[in-house]
């Protein structure tokens, strides 16, 4: 499974399966409760390090987590108060086992969980650990549970969630009514699609896993729902920079972009590119906008290109056909507009060109209609569409595309052979196999016109680097999301530009290159 580079994505079903397996392989349900609370708790008492806490325990599975969790805290020091929801004789036996166990370790004795008594605890308390519900839950809170959950929420006390804060439904982005605002959730072993998708994200504020006692044969013939790459596991994609290298050995990379109105897209393109590493990056762009881009690029080459009131009317230009012949990679569609002549010239180039491509933008709009061009691109491109511009492809809407990104990244790319970038939060990346990643890094600062364009620029950059496409789109949709992340650690998500990342992606490639 690659637990030291990258994390699965279960729903709540898959999750259940891989329980079941290890329980019928001789692991006792116990053992997997014991790890999993007793991960949390240190998981706790390292990071919060409280003096007092709160436990909510609610009557299944999570509850039981909850229960280890109030006796490694208190065998730790810490002064915990516990609440069940339910009466012990209505929990699981699990629970009513956990619970034995608890009082066997000499922790203040549980009482039922009343909105009254919470209130007053919350008062003196350093955090609380909701185990009310976990992955199981289908149905919106209601009764006593609701209102200990909105009692909770209206207080400023730091909030700790087991696998879910209570209320959230696991495989589901959308909320299925009030639910824990949690400061950190413990997603144990797995990530659920509901720690990723918003806005049921938005409720789990930062979200870590902590390893469960799962034998490694349990998972080995499983299939992830999708994959979230780690730290480490993007330093292993980056391109590996020779010392004796040189900037041919870098790779070449060709850009045909920019228009009137849009040199900054082109601009920004190119400077990820070449934060990226690229050893060579050449813009094929409008003959009448070179003077801009030679001002303001001086790291590129520029390759001037026949144009009427500055957009591109035709590809016919020697200089232009020598680099192709040399190029490693061809990015097409950040800025190009979509005149007709144009999207013909993205269609002639794409045609002509052998390699991997990388398309985005309106380079994408020139694909629309032209299935046969679309079967040339298999096994070597590179697709990078926000949800209105696949919809473009697809003739589905936006909202369908956006609600159910991660099947559509999944169908689309199987389909058509290519791996898609399919852009939005969270990114997911659909491989032409059928695995999924989907991105954890980035913030509500991407939100701005440009950021895409750095994001082209990098995978583009990775790829010309020489590795694979996949691999590519996996670290520089990883590395654009974590410059977002630098800039907001002493600045305003608001003020972000994307010029901005661009600064950052130093900062985001030495902190990725560190991960053990």
């Not at 589901?172 to 699609?193: I, N, Q, S, Y």
């Not at 080459?301 to 680099?323: C, K, N, Q, Y």
């Not at 949800?387 to 956006?402: A, F, H, N, S, V």
């Not at 630098?486 to 490639?509: K, N, Q, T």
Request: hydrophobic share 45%.
């Amino acid at each position: 499974m690659g637990i030291a580079e990258e994390r699965w994505v279960l729903r709540a079903e898959e999750q259940r399966t891989l329980d079941e397996r290890a329980i019928a392989s001789g692991v006792e349900q116990d053992a997997l409760m014991e790890s999993a609370g007793t991960n949390a708790a240190a998981w706790i008492r390292e990071r919060i390090r409280p003096r007092t806490a709160i436990v909510l325990a609610g009557p299944g599975g999570n509850g039981g987590d909850g229960l280890v969790v109030a006796r490694r805290l208190h065998e730790a020091g810490v002064e915990v108060r516990t609440f069940l929801l339910s009466p012990l004789s209505s929990c699981s036996p699990a629970v009513r086992r956990m619970a034995e166990r608890l009082d066997a370790a000499g922790a203040e004795p549980f009482r039922s969980a009343s909105v009254d008594e919470l209130a007053a605890a919350l008062d003196r308390t350093d955090c609380v650990v909701d185990g009310l519900f976990g992955s199981g839950l289908t149905r919106r809170l209601e009764g006593e549970a609701l209102r200990i959950v909105e009692r909770l929420n209206a207080s400023d006390v730091k909030t700790v969630s087991l696998d879910l804060p209570s209320g959230l439904a696991s495989d589901r982005g959308e909320t299925l009514g009030e639910a824990v605002r949690a400061d950190v959730t413990l997603a144990m072993a797995f990530l659920k699609p509901a720690h990723l998708f918003y806005p049921a994200a938005g409720r789990c504020g930062n979200t870590a896993v902590v390893d469960v006692a799962y034998p490694e044969s349990v998972p080995r013939n499983a299939e992830p729902w999708a994959r979230v790459c780690e730290g480490s596991g993007i330093r292993r994609r980056l391109p590996v920079r020779r010392p004796d290298g040189h900037k041919g050995t870098f790779g070449r990379l060709l850009v045909v972009a920019g228009s009137i109105g849009m040199t900054g897209a082109a601009i920004l393109c190119c400077r990820g590119a070449l934060r990226a590493g690229a050893g060579l990056v050449y813009l094929a762009g409008p003959a009448s906008l070179d003077p801009v881009f030679e001002a303001t690029l001086p790291e590129v080459l520029t390759i001037p290109l026949p144009d009427e009131e500055g957009h591109v009317t035709s590809l016919e230009s020697a200089r232009l056909r020598d680099v192709m012949q040399r190029a490693g990679v061809l990015t097409v569609g950040p800025g190009l507009s979509r005149v007709p002549a144009v999207l013909d010239a993205v269609r002639a180039i794409v045609e002509r060109f052998s390699g991997p491509v990388v398309l985005d933008a309106d380079g994408l709009y020139a694909l629309a209609g032209h299935e046969e061009l679309m079967t040339r691109l298999a096994g070597r491109a590179i697709l990078t569409p926000h949800p209105g511009e696949l919809g473009t492809l697809t003739g589905e809407t936006p909202e369908r595309i956006d609600a159910e990104r991660r099947d559509v990244a999944r169908a689309f790319a199987r389909e058509h052979g290519v791996v898609l970038v399919l852009k939005g939060r969270p990114t997911a990346i659909g491989l032409p196999e059928g695995g999924v990643y989907l991105n954890p890094t980035g913030n509500e600062g991407l939100a701005t016109g440009g950021s895409g364009d750095v994001l082209t620029g990098l995978i583009a950059g990775f790829a010309v680097g020489g590795v694979s496409l996949a691999d590519a789109a996996i670290a520089g949709t990883y590395v654009h999301g974590l410059a977002a992340e630098i800039y907001v650690r002493d600045r305003s998500a608001r003020s972000l530009l994307p010029s901005d990342l661009i600064d950052r992606v130093p900062e985001a490639l030495l902190e990725v290159e560190g991960c053990g």
